[in-house]
C-alpha cells in the first residue's frame, strides 16, 4: 500500500484497534463484579497490581545469593523458605507456601507445572511465555536432558535430574550451585549471576 | 475432618487410574504409575470441591511421590519425577 493513512488511531491507548480477547472480557467482568459487590476495593486491586508488577527474579537472587555466603541461613532458607525470608524483613503474608529444591554435584533440579503454570512469583516475578508454554509443560517430564539442553544446558551423564511437578499449592523453586569462584564475590555482585532461569533449573548461574 | 496419614514414608505406591471429569490434581502421565512416597506435606483443602467455591471441603492429607524415568519412559537415565498428590489418589501395593 501507498504511504496513504487508511487505518484510524484510537485516543484510548487501551482499544489500539483491536477486539478484546475472550479472556479479556471475562477479566473485566470478573473484575467490575468484585469491585460492584464490594468484595475487594479497587485500592485493593491497585495494590495487588502493583506487588505483582514490582516482583523479579531479582528478588530470589538476592535471597540465593545471601544463602551460598551464609550458611546458616541457607539451611533455614531450606528448612522453613517462607519463615527464613519472613526473618529478613519481607512481608511473605501474601506468599504461597514454598519449597527450595538445593542442586548439588550429583543432583540437578527442575520446576514444571504440568498441570497448569504454578510459578514462584512471589520470588521470580511473572513466568516466562514458554513455561507456560504446553511444549515445556509436556516435554520437560519426558525428556529433561533435550529441553535442557536446548537451553544451552547441559546436564552430565553422571548427574541425576530430578524434576519437580507443582501438582499441588506448593511452588518450587530451585537453588542452583554456586559457581567456581563466587565465594569471594561480594554479594551484590554474586546475585547478579543469579539468573531466573537458573531458579528454573533450565539454566546455570552465569559469572559476569 | 483431617484424614490420618495412612501411608508411611519410603512406602512404594500406585496412582489411582481414576479419570473424573473434573478438576482434579493428578496429571495423566502418572495415573496407573508406582512410585515411592518421600515426604508427607501434611493436611490441605481438598482442591477438588474448593476449585468449585465449595466452602466446606474436607482436608486431603498430600504425600510427595518420588517416579523414576525409568518406569515412566523405560529410560536407561536415573533421572527422577516428584510430584505432590494427595492421599485418595494412591493405593497400597499388595505383597
Redesign the interface.
Known amino acids: 500500500m501507498a504511504d496513504h493513512h487508511t487505518h484510524v488511531h484510537t485516543t484510548d491507548p487501551d482499544l489500539d484497534g483491536k477486539a478484546l480477547s475472550d479472556g479479556e472480557v471475562w477479566e473485566a467482568a470478573l473484575r467490575e463484579l468484585l469491585l460492584e459487590k464490594e468484595i475487594l476495593t479497587t485500592t485493593e486491586l491497585h495494590e495487588q497490581m502493583n506487588r505483582t508488577a514490582s516482583q523479579s527474579a531479582a528478588f530470589g537472587a538476592s535471597i540465593i545469593a545471601r544463602a551460598w555466603k551464609d550458611l546458616k541461613f541457607k539451611k533455614a532458607l531450606l528448612d522453613n523458605p517462607k519463615a527464613a525470608i519472613a526473618d529478613l524483613g519481607h512481608d511473605v503474608s501474601k506468599m504461597p507456601d514454598l519449597v527450595i529444591v538445593e542442586n548439588t554435584v550429583n543432583v540437578h533440579n527442575v520446576v514444571v507445572c ?2 497448569c503454570s504454578c510459578y514462584p512469583r512471589y520470588m521470580l516475578g511473572p513466568p516466562p511465555e514458554w513455561y507456560r508454554s504446553a511444549a515445556y509443560r509436556a516435554r520437560v ?2 525428556d ?2 533435550e529441553v535442557l539442553a536446548e537451553f544451552g544446558t547441559h546436564v552430565s ?1 553422571e548427574t ?11 511452588r518450587y523453586m530451585v537453588m542452583p550451585l554456586c559457581p567456581p569462584g563466587g565465594d569471594d564475590m561480594p554479594l551484590a555482585q554474586l546475585q547478579t549471576a543469579i539468573t531466573r532461569d537458573s531458579m528454573i533449573g533450565v539454566g546455570f548461574p552465569k559469572l559476569p | 475432618m483431617p484424614e490420618t496419614q495412612e501411608f508411611s514414608i519410603g512406602q512404594m505406591v500406585r496412582v489411582k487410574q481414576l479419570w473424573p471429569s473434573k478438576h482434579h490434581r493428578v496429571p495423566f502421565y502418572l495415573k496407573g504409575k508406582l512410585g515411592q512416597v518421600v515426604t508427607c506435606l501434611g493436611s490441605v483443602e481438598n482442591p477438588e470441591l474448593s476449585a468449585y467455591f465449595k466452602t466446606n471441603a474436607d482436608q486431603h492429607i498430600l504425600y510427595r511421590v518420588r517416579f523414576t524415568h525409568a518406569h515412566l519412559w523405560g529410560s536407561h537415565q536415573t533421572d527422577e519425577i516428584y510430584a505432590d498428590l494427595a492421599g485418595k489418589w494412591l493405593c497400597e501395593l499388595k505383597g
Open positions: 504440568t498441570l517430564v519426558k529433561p536432558r551423564a541425576k535430574i530430578q524434576v519437580y511437578d507443582s501438582t499441588a499449592d506448593l
